[in-house]
């Protein structure tokens, strides 16, 4: 089996946040929902443009991999700062999204004039005849030089049907995925950008 999810980004075509604030700053999609309008979902308050795991058993059971892949650059105006990757898997309903924190680069401070970093997450979930399922799994990141072994997702997630789907998001998806940075300072030259992130499997 190969199905392939992609959030349509590249290193020539990246997803960017930055700037000021030190909540998390959701990679929105590069197409915004008309022309001259800048994209603006995924965020807070939006689950439109997450990446979607079909229902109808697709994924039922299957092992797959969540792959997200981009940079930083060196926060010049307070060089001390932290940035902070994480991947969310994305649950409650499409206009009131519930992000959960499934694996994570931890706090990676500043170096180079720009940083690469990954995570790739290795997950399966289940759910049997209408019951609530699980997805579980682990998760690798790779920063500044080193890697953050192989550990287990920061949290399982419950109440997943991976046949009938969850009516309040998006065609009906089991669940979504998104990836959204924390800069642990606000500067105006806080800059982090994504250049991949696809659901293999």
């Known amino acids: 089996m190969s199905n392939v999810l992609d959030f349509q980004v590249s290193g020539s075509s990246p997803s960017s946040v930055g700037g000021l604030g030190t909540s998390?700053?959701?990679?929105?999609?590069?197409?915004?929902?008309?022309?001259?309008?800048?994209?603006?979902?995924?965020?807070?308050?939006s689950a439109a443009g997450a990446l979607m795991l079909p229902a109808q058993n697709v994924y039922?059971?299957?092992?797959?991999?969540?792959?997200?892949?981009g940079d930083f650059g060196n926060d010049s105006g307070d060089p001390s700062g932290t940035?902070?990757?994480?991947?969310?898997?994305?649950?409650?309903?499409?206009t009131?999204?519930?992000?959960?924190s499934i694996a994570t680069t931890g706090a990676m401070t500043p170096f180079y004039t720009i940083q690469p970093w990954s995570i790739n997450a290795e997950l399966v979930g289940a759910s049997l005849n209408g019951a609530n399922g699980l997805l579980i799994g682990n998760y690798q990141s790779n920063l500044r030089g080193s890697v953050v072994a192989p550990t287990t997702v920061t949290n399982i997630v419950t109440g997943l049907d991976f046949n009938a789907g969850n009516s309040a998001l998006q065609q009906g998806a089991v669940l979504g995925f998104v990836v959204g940075?924390?800069?642990?300072?606000?500067?105006?030259?806080?800059?982090a950008r994504l250049t991949e992130f696809t659901v293999e499997s």
């Open 60 to 69: 039922n059971g299957q092992l797959f991999n969540v792959k997200a892949a």
């Open 24 to 45: 998390v700053k959701y990679f929105p999609r590069l197409l915004g929902p008309s022309i001259g309008v800048a994209p603006s979902t995924p965020s807070a308050s």
């Open 96 to 100: 009131v999204p519930v992000y959960t």
């Open 181 to 191: 940075v924390t800069f642990g300072t606000t500067d105006a030259t806080n800059i």
């Open 83 to 94: 940035v902070t990757v994480q991947l969310y898997a994305v649950t409650g309903t499409f």
